[in-house]
């Protein structure tokens, strides 16, 4: 056994500096508190171990969400992205996504530069085994050398290396994601604390060396001309010109004829993968399995830096032995003398089971215990990072003795998020899409600094120079807005011409510009050209406002049920409340609410199995019983 002693103490710690530890920690010394971030491999500081690109649908919007509240993801990805590309764009603004291509290699060089040059934070390599608990409180963690440090709290963001284990047809062994040092005692140590952990899986595809592809017969795909940004930080002035496209193919007959013949070495069909894997991203032998009735299937070829020849070969995870990976390849369009470079490989690790914390990500049976990223199942790095930062915020708040900071459904993507895992669980590797928000009109990627901004001002991680032009764009929105009540759109002949030209009916009379905006193809800047009147530079400006008059209507009906919900998250649910002494509550209803323990009846009524009727009792027991007067 390995003598400890006492090294220095710190406000906070965080284990682990993959993409939730990273904004972890950036939040927390960011407030002012003394930071140390811990990592098994200084050399995979924000890594990139599967796909090289941040954002997407649903992802993109968090990615937002985290530079609006003051996170570090959207600043660093356009400073190291190689391609930017706005999905979705035939869409409404619900659902459009913004898309980078990464240089992996320079995101995780800018984010680790970024670690090592902020005050109160500090960098250090090291595997952390256990943690510090005193009296249901977490005080520090112990590392494999017996290097113990104390904090007022931690952060675990262990992501896939809590006891990892990489498969590869036949062969097993303990790992981290892309062979580096698997964290196994904490685990261990976690387990002997009470908490209940599970197993997941993921995985990766091959990476090929872009000078053997064919790329004549493939399809090019470039980014847009059009700047984009993640940050709202970031100037058009600097949007990048050179961008390096990504590429398509597809699998054929051939491929999935060479993966049903040798189905009976795949570990997930041999059962050597116990782990539960992601639903919606799957292998391509299990594509290939599960959908029969298709010929073919996407493959994007992304290069994974500017200064690599290094492709991943996306959409085409694998964890088949290595030399019938190779076969796999060789038989797809613009690959078939392709050099692999790396093979994939599916990863197993732990899991904390999500219904075990709060909504601050404080763990329900130890004080002042976080945890974020993969560890609380999900997939994804932008998933990872917007729990990161909630997680680093509130341990910063614990160590100060302030109330803690949560995300509604109805503020952000990431409240979803955090919400969906605590009140649900996950049986699977959660994985964020705009369907599972009630109120994406409202959750845009476009509006993320109109919704968190002042937040992030409040916590001091967006300081007083950005807070101003926050609200100086706020200001321009308003004079906007009342600018085109006050034009008239009169019915003369170049407006009657251009209503024809884009399929709309002619007008009869007059009528305000904000009214004649709500027309279908109609912009501002279509306005300014027939009216001859100037009404804003700000392109960024223009898109708000016409969205919030276009879908006034159904941005009105998302308010509503807002208000609701805000009702009933206003009706607190007491800590100590002993659901056996509440007559009436269905058996299932009785074992969800002991174990999940919701704060509100808002919380509750989204557990599922819990009806109405529950719901009410529950309700009727906290007004008129003992606990009506507690908070």
């Known amino acids: 056994m390995i003598k400890t002693y006492n090294s220095n103490e710190y406000d906070v710690i965080v284990v682990g ?18 930071t140390l971030v811990v990592t098994i491999g200084l050399d995979m500081v924000a890594f990139m171990p599967c796909n090289p690109s941040v954002g997407g649908p649903a992802k993109g919007t968090v990615v937002r969400e985290i530079d609006a509240l003051g996170g570090e993801m959207g600043r660093n990805i356009d400073a190291t992205y190689i391609q930017m590309r706005m999905l979705n764009t035939g869409k409404g603004p619900a659902v459009r996504a913004l898309r980078a291509q990464a240089d992996k290699w320079q995101y995780h060089e800018r984010m680790k530069d970024t670690i090592e040059n902020t005050p109160n934070l500090t960098l250090r390599q090291a595997v952390v085994d256990q943690l510090v608990v005193e009296d249901g409180v977490c005080k520090g963690v112990i590392t494999n050398t017996g290097a113990k440090y104390l904090a007022k709290s931690v952060v675990l963001t262990t992501g896939t290396a809590a006891r990892g284990k990489i498969i590869i047809g036949e062969l ?54 059009e700047p984009r940004h993640f940050s709202y930080e970031t100037s058009d002035r600097s949007y990048l010109q050179d961008q390096i496209s990504c590429w398509m193919t597809y699998t054929n007959n051939t491929t999935h004829e060479i993966i049903r013949a040798n189905l009976d070495r795949a570990p997930m069909f041999s059962g050597v993968i116990k782990g539960v894997g992601p639903r919606y991203c799957p292998s391509i032998e299990d594509k290939v399995v599960r959908f029969a009735d298709k010929d073919r299937h996407q493959i994007f070829l992304e290069p994974e830096g500017r200064h690599t020849k290094e492709i991943y070969v996306g959409d085409f995870s694998t964890s088949m032995p290595e030399e019938v990976q190779l076969k796999m390849l060789h038989s797809v369009a613009g690959l078939e003398k392709v050099e692999m470079m790396r093979p994939g490989y599916a990863i197993e690790y732990d899991v904390i089971e999500p219904w075990q914390l709060k909504h601050t990500l404080e763990t329900k049976k130890i004080k002042h215990l976080f945890t974020a990223g993969q560890m609380n199942g999900t997939s994804g790095y932008e998933e990872a990072a917007g729990q990161g930062l909630i997680a680093g915020i509130n341990a910063a708040l614990a160590a100060k003795g302030k109330p803690g900071f949560t995300l509604g459904r109805d503020e952000a993507y990431i409240g979803v998020l955090i919400d969906d895992l605590v009140t649900k669980g996950t049986n699977e590797p959660y994985r964020l899409l705009t369907s599972r928000a009630e109120y994406r009109l409202i959750l845009r990627h476009d509006n993320a600094d109109l919704r968190l901004t002042e937040y992030g001002h409040q916590l001091g991680l967006i300081d007083d120079d950005r807070y101003a032009d926050f609200e100086a764009k706020k200001a321009e929105i308003a004079r906007v807005e009342k600018r085109l009540h006050e034009i008239t759109v009169h019915p003369i002949e170049d407006v009657q011409s251009y209503l024809v030209k884009i399929g709309q009916a002619p007008m009869a009379s007059g009528v305000k510009a904000d009214y004649f905006l709500r027309r279908p193809k109609v912009t501002i800047s279509d306005i300014e050209e027939l009216t001859h009147e100037h009404i804003c530079d700000d392109r960024y400006v223009k898109e708000q406002v016409e969205i919030s008059i276009k879908y006034a209507g159904y941005i009105k009906k998302e308010e509503v049920q807002i208000a609701r919900l805000k009702r009933q998250e206003a009706k607190r649910i007491p800590e100590n409340i002993n659901y056996d002494d509440i007559d009436g509550l269905a058996t299932e209803a009785r074992q969800k609410f002991e174990k999940i323990r919701p704060e509100t009846l808002a919380q509750a ?14 309700s009727v027991y906290i007004q008129n019983g003992k606990y009506s007067k507690t908070k």
């Open 172 to 225: 097993t062994y303990s790992s981290g994601p892309n062979n580096t040092t698997p964290a196994i005692k904490l685990s261990e140590n976690l387990e002997k604390l009470g908490f209940k952990l599970r197993r997941f899986k993921t995985g990766t595809p091959p990476r090929v060396n872009g000078n053997t592809i064919d790329y004549s017969k493939t399809e090019e795909e470039p980014g847009d001309q």
């Open 17 to 34: 500096a993959g993409h939730a530890g990273s904004e972890a920690a950036l939040a927390s010394a960011r407030m002012g508190l003394k």
């Open 605 to 618: 009524e989204r557990i599922s199995g819990v009806n109405p009727a529950d719901l009410a009792i529950l």
